[in-house]
């Protein structure tokens, strides 16, 4: 499934997962760099994401990619589509 989800279009992100408590289900925390507009300084912002994991395979701290996708419940709007770098 992981070969169609690359090839879709859409947004796709880099983030850290902060949860997989729930079944089939990661948080990733997505963090962005926005440049303030009177101070001129880089400025750290993130957000946190709900994506669909079918085969329950990240862990805490590791980084992954996800990508837009069709509403899977309420808040999940995203799926996995890597697992880039697993946590120590």
């Given amino acids: 499934m992981s070969a169609e989800l690359a090839n879709k279009k859409g947004r796709s992100l880099v983030g850290t997962v902060v949860s997989n408590k729930n079944d089939k289900t990661i948080v990733v925390r997505v963090e962005t760099l ?18 669909h994991d079918p085969n329950n395979e990240c862990g805490m701290g590791d980084k992954v990619k996800i990508i837009e996708f069709r509403p899977l419940s309420r808040n999940k709007r995203w799926h996995l589509v890597s697992v880039l770098e697993k946590a120590v």
Wanted: charge should be positive.
């Fill in 34 to 51: 926005v440049r303030h507009p009177l101070l001129k300084k880089f400025i750290r912002r993130h957000k946190k994401f709900t994506a």
